[in-house]
């Protein structure tokens, strides 16, 4: 292996690949850029051509190309050494045979499958039409690779014939077992790639056709976790997005793949989309390094600003400037892109700081009436406030919710600083491992849960049956009234009480016990990951089946609680 990382290293050109990702500029017989490990306003990040390295002084990282893509697109030492030798042309010798059985295969697999879903779009006049129906061009859908899946056996048979192992087109999650015979897991869908940040193939999302839209069918359906996909890890179109992110500095935020296509389509090009799945830490770890602003979109009533708000707490955590776009009567950004392209990209032009439109919503109308609606509102608001990262941010918006209520400023101030300060994720790194962020998916939820469940006693007694599942604070909190985060839950939880119906808190309720049962297995399900990975490392056959097994039974309990 090491002569091979040497061969790799003589051959890479560290500021054509750097470039790649970052806009370098001339800094004598070096080149500058903006850091996309911290924000920054100024360059403190160095390219030496010489010393085949880079360093920034602002924050201190540095290494070899190596380091710079491991880090920049989350890869392990194998992988990046692949992806570094594919681009230069060159063959590596010595790479692990289990590696490459344990991944290599399911890369090639997805691969393979993707041509074959092309392909057979262009044989199915339904899926074309539906596109068509859509308002998508043909260019748009060949840019991102959408196909059509038939079904039956057409793809696993495809790839029997290619030379693949019945069981490790299952094992991609391209095939399942059902009643003896092995199937295509899509049929009769439309087909998204679902890439990871350098362009391969990792999964899918199928989108039923019309003809088969019916009862107890899903509509969306996406590939189970495999070793190479995870959902807590993949932002749909990020792949080809990235360099337009980086460039504006700001990330346009949609819901679906249909919303990101379109918005691609109408020349809003740094976007991305979530595709179904919960919001992760990694995900916003991973744009808060090529972005510090964030725009998203929502519907004008009381279910699209409770969206607003919950997404607002988890852009906040990572330090982002979140603005919010107003689509007016139509209800998401594919939409308006087909209607008026120009009108989405003057709403995303003139989004506003997410504050204001909380602000302008909850101080119109009769929201604050009387006094206690008034105190409830401006505290609820204040503790958001409170989670802003950014002291200069806090100052600005306390200022502007003081110009809107009618409430003296010094008042206000007063007021922030006496509320507790509830439990939050801790600040973004550089380098987040993955147990971080399988942890700050499971705070995320635990503490929404924690805010419903304070609504209703016999939530609480809940709370209290699922412990087990919990986080310390929440259980401390259940467990103990006069603690500050007792407090803080009781406080946010009296504001949406008085918001939301008693049993549209306890379907949300129930809706976040199950996320929150989802991110704990997920989180045993990337310790499995890194034992499958040191146990191939190490050459070691029946540990590797041992944490294979392992890994397999989670994934199995997942798609149970996912489906």
């Known amino acids: 292996m090491t002569r091979d990382v040497d061969r790799l290293k003589e051959r890479l050109d560290v500021v054509d690949i750097i470039r790649g990702y970052l806009t370098l500029q001339p800094a004598g017989k070096n080149f500058k850029a903006l850091c996309p490990f911290h924000p920054e306003k100024t360059p403190s990040f160095i390219v030496s051509p010489d010393r085949k390295s880079w360093h920034c002084f602002g924050c201190g990282a540095g290494g070899d190309t190596i380091a710079f893509v491991m880090r920049y697109e989350n890869m392990e030492f ?46 199915s006049t ?91 069918v899903g509509k969306y359906v996406n590939s189970p976790e495999t070793p190479i996909f995870s959902k807590s890890r993949v932002l749909y179109g990020l792949h ?25 389509q109408a020349d809003v090009k740094n976007v991305v989309a979530v595709s179904g799945t919960a919001l992760t830490a990694h995900h916003l770890e991973r744009l808060r390094r090529i972005a510090d602003s964030v725009v998203l979109s929502f519907d004008n009533d009381e279910a699209g600003l409770h969206a607003l708000e919950r997404a607002m707490d988890m852009f906040h955590a990572f330090d982002f400037h979140v603005k919010a776009m107003d689509l007016g009567d139509v209800k998401d950004p594919a939409e308006l892109a087909v209607k008026d392209p120009a009108k989405l990209r003057e ?82 790194v550089a ?69 939301f119906p008693k049993d549209a808190l306890e379907r949300e309720f129930g809706e976040l016990v199950r996320q929150l049962k989802i991110a704990v297995i997920k989180r045993r399900q990337e310790s499995a990951r890194r034992d499958v990975r040191l146990a191939e490392t190490r050459g070691d056959e029946k540990v590797l089946e041992e944490a294979m097994k392992q890994f397999q039974s989670l994934a199995s309990e997942l798609h149970i609680l996912s489906a």
């Not at 993707?114 to 057979?120: P, S």
């Not at 989004?351 to 505290?379: C, E, N």
């Open 431 to 499: 380098d987040l491992p993955p147990e971080r962020v399988a942890e700050g998916r499971l705070e995320m939820v635990a503490n929404r849960l924690g805010v419903v469940g304070f609504t209703d006693s016999p939530l609480i007694a809940k709370l209290k049956e699922i412990k087990e599942w919990l986080p310390d604070h929440v259980c401390r909190a259940i467990e103990e009234p006069a603690s500050q985060s007792a407090q803080a839950f009781e406080m946010q939880a009296s504001f949406i009480a008085a918001r």
């Open 347 to 428: 709403a995303v032009k003139s989004a506003a700081p997410a504050f204001r439109m909380l602000f302008r919503h909850y101080f119109s109308g009769d929201h604050t009436r009387d006094t206690a609606g008034m105190k409830r509102i401006l505290r609820a608001l204040l503790a958001k406030v409170k989670r802003l990262p950014s002291a200069v941010e806090q100052m600005a918006t306390v200022r502007e919710l003081a110009a809107i209520s009618h409430v003296p400023e010094t008042a206000l101030l007063e007021e922030l600083e006496s509320l507790p300060m509830d439990a939050k994720p801790e600040p973004v």
């Open 126 to 216: 339904e899926a074309k039409e539906y596109l068509k129906s859509r308002g998508l061009k043909g260019e748009t859908a060949k840019l991102f690779g959408l196909g059509f899946a038939p079904g039956g056996e057409t793809l696993t048979l495809h790839l029997i014939k290619k030379g693949f192992a019945v069981e490790d087109i299952v094992r991609a999650g391209l095939a399942m077992k059902a009643g003896g015979l092995h199937r295509d897991r899509f049929e009769n869908r439309v087909m998204f790639p679902l890439m990871n940040s350098v362009g391969r193939v990792v999964g899918f999302t199928g989108r039923i056709l019309p003809s088969g839209d019916r009862e107890g």
């Open 240 to 264: 080809a997005t990235k360099r337009d992110i980086a460039t504006a500095r700001e990330v346009v935020f949609v819901e679906g793949q249909m919303d990101l296509l379109m918005s691609y």
């Open 78 to 123: 194998p992988e990046a050494l692949k992806f570094l030798a594919d681009k230069v042309g060159l063959t590596l010798q010595s790479l692990n045979p289990a590696h490459e059985r344990e991944f290599g295969v399911l890369y090639t697999l997805h691969e393979e499958a993707r041509a074959f879903y092309e392909y057979a779009l262009t044989e």
